[in-house]
């Protein structure tokens, strides 16, 4: 009988400490993606406070704490660029877009994993070769 319950508790506290530990690592995934989303909104709003004429050409890195990622644009055709996805771990993460942002060309002057935001005729222009373009 005492086994049994010691048995008992003992499942209950595993039961509970491993709920702990599986929400302090998606806790933990979710702040590096958003680190690597806030990264990228950053150097937009530096490209909305500038002029035309304004480019900047930045580096995402290659992995996201050891693991592949993907980064994802969503935007309704010619239209702006409404969400940036990051798919790591098996989950994503997006944030919304502000101001407006308009997809380049694919990989307009970047290579690997550079990512280039420029600002011509008023308007925000973002691109990298790293992408997923996905017209919703």
Partial sequence: ?????????????????AGFFVEFHEQENQKIAYDLLWLVEKEILFANSGFDGYQRIFLLPPSLDGDPYSIRIIHPADLPIEEIQVSF????????????????????????????????????????????????
Avoid: H, W
Avoid at 4 to 16: P, R
């Fill in 89 to 136: 771990r098996q989950k994503e993460y997006g944030l919304p877009v502000q101001p407006r942002v308009y997809l380049a060309k694919p990989g307009d002057g970047t290579s690997g994993d550079q990512v280039n935001v420029t600002r011509s005729r008023g308007r925000i222009y973002i691109a990298s070769l790293r992408f997923e373009d996905v017209t919703s």
């Fill in 1 to 17: 009988m005492l086994i049994g319950l010691m048995t008992a508790v003992f499942v209950v506290f595993y039961a509970v400490i």
